[in-house]
C-alpha cells in the first residue's frame, strides 16, 4: 500500500511538502514518481526518481520549483515543492513504476497511493 501525506491549503509562492509511504515495500528494486491530477483534467506527470535515486526526471511546469527525493532505508518518497503557483492545484499521487528507471508514462507504474490534496490560492 502507498500512503501519500502532506497535502493541504497553501498560498502562491508557499512550499510543501508531499511524503508517500510504501508500506509493503514494492518500490525496493523499482522507480517511483509522482502524479497529479487537477479536476477536469487528465492525470499528468509530475517527477520521478530511480531505484538508487541517482536519476531524476521533471515536467517542465515544475521543473527548478519541485524536487523529488526517496529514502530506501524508510520506504519514503518525497517531493518538496517551493514556489508553488496556482495551477499547481491537484490531488497528488504517488506510484512505483515497473522498471529500476525513473520513467514518465503512467502506463508504466503499477502501484497508486490514494493522492493527497494541493490546493494554491492566489
Known amino acids: 500500500q502507498l500512503q501519500a501525506s502532506g497535502g493541504g491549503p497553501v498560498q502562491a509562492g508557499g512550499s510543501l511538502r508531499l511524503s508517500c509511504l510504501d508500506s509493503?515495500?514494492?518500490?525496493?528494486?523499482?522507480?517511483m514518481a509522482w502524479f497529479r491530477q487537477a479536476p477536469g483534467k487528465a492525470r499528468e506527470f509530475v517527477a520521478s526518481?530511480?531505484?538508487?535515486?541517482?536519476?531524476?526526471q521533471y515536467s517542465d511546469s515544475v521543473k527548478g520549483r519541485f524536487r523529488i527525493s526517496r529514502d530506501t532505508a524508510k520506504n519514503m518518497l518525497y517531493l518538496q515543492m517551493d514556489n508553488l503557483k496556482p495551477e499547481d492545484t491537484a490531488a497528488y499521487y504517488c506510484?512505483?513504476?515497473?522498471?529500476?528507471?525513473?520513467?514518465?508514462?503512467?502506463?508504466?507504474?503499477?502501484?497508486w497511493g490514494q493522492g493527497t490534496l494541493v490546493t494554491v490560492s492566489s
Open positions: 506510484a512505483v513504476s515497473l522498471s529500476p528507471y525513473a520513467t514518465t508514462d503512467s502506463t508504466n507504474y503499477r502501484y
Open positions: 509493503r515495500r514494492t518500490s525496493s528494486n523499482n522507480g
Open positions: 526518481i530511480s531505484f538508487r535515486g541517482s536519476t531524476t
